[in-house]
């Protein structure tokens, strides 16, 4: 049995749920007759037979979002998060970069290893090279004036936790900005790139090794090994190409508001809403979640 979540919270309507079932009985997928709001106006499950990948062409939509996957097992035991334009709402390099007046420069190059235009190690090594020099007091202001978490991030973390879930932070950013924002939320660990600093500034330099797409595969494999877990017990969640490594193999990979190259390859996506999608695709009811 699969389960198609509807999500478009405030918005969702009985004729919204009604029209997304007459698809999937159109595209062949055998929806049981009686679906349900997991939290009416915001949230409803559809439950169908066969075909998820024909379910998934036929809900894809510009106004809600739709998370098809097995209903077995939805809830996950393992959370896998990337950190900026994921569980935060800006790029952190791109802000630090705005400190030393350069960051149109190092935006750009962002954006472009973000879409899997660049190596992401090189194109990381390239923008920390243009902040050398840069007082190290500028790491601190830049977290305290820039960064905001992003809509839903605490209460998914923190209701994933309370249910007996484990959350790791896992940043192709860096460890100043990533221990912080980890806190805050309530993951349980951050891994992330440590800027090398001497004298008070930054050399310019990323300690080895780097954390990419590479590190966060491996970190979903080591926590899912060290917890006893199936696969199809982990969530991954991010935006990026360096994301798309721990996105693929995760039981349920989901492109955040993502780049394209994610958006296409991940086997669900959230364009609309906040990150409290991710707890109404497990099956998580507002009135469990934690805040």
């Not at 035991?77 to 990337?82: C, F, G, T």
């Not at 705005?98 to 990381?124: N, V, W």
């Not at 905001?148 to 936790?161: D, E, K, N, S, Y």
């Not at 990419?212 to 060290?226: E, M, P």
């Amino acid at each position: 049995m699969y389960v198609a979540t509807i999500i478009d919270a405030g918005s969702l309507g009985y004729g919204d749920v009604n029209e997304a079932w007459d698809r999937l009985d159109v595209a062949g997928c055998q929806p049981v007759e009686d679906w349900n709001f997991l939290d009416e106006g915001d949230a409803a499950d559809i439950f169908f037979e066969t075909n998820p990948a024909s379910a998934r062409a036929a809900l894809t939509s510009e106004s809600v979002d739709v998370v098809v996957q097995l209903a077995e097992g939805r809830a996950k035991q393992l959370l896998v998060a990337d950190m900026d334009s994921t569980m935060i709402t800006v790029e952190c390099i791109d802000e630090l970069a705005d400190y030393a007046g350069i960051k149109p420069q190092i935006a750009e190059i962002t954006e472009r290893a973000m879409r899997g235009e660049l190596d992401f190690e090189a194109a990381l090594d390239a923008r920390v090279a243009l902040l050398a020099g840069l007082e190290e007091a500028a790491i601190d202001r830049c977290r305290t004036e820039r960064v905001t978490l992003m809509p839903g991030a605490r209460t998914l973390v923190r209701t994933m936790r309370a249910r007996g879930g484990t959350a790791v932070l896992v940043s192709g950013g860096f460890t100043r900005f990533a221990e912080p924002v980890a806190a805050e939320i309530g993951f349980d660990r951050a891994i992330a790139n440590v800027l090398e600093i001497a004298d008070g500034r930054l050399t310019g330099a990323v300690a080895r090794p780097i954390v990419g797409a590479a590190a966060k595969k491996a970190a979903l494999l080591d926590y899912r090994a060290s917890l006893g877990i199936s696969d199809t017990a982990t969530l991954a969640v991010g935006d990026g190409a360096n994301d798309l490594s721990m996105i693929e193999v995760a039981g349920l990979g989901v492109a955040y508001h993502a780049k394209p190259i994610v958006a296409a390859a991940a086997s669900a996506r959230i364009d609309h809403n906040d990150l409290t999608a991710l707890l109404w695709a497990q099956g998580i009811p507002r009135a469990e979640w934690i805040d």
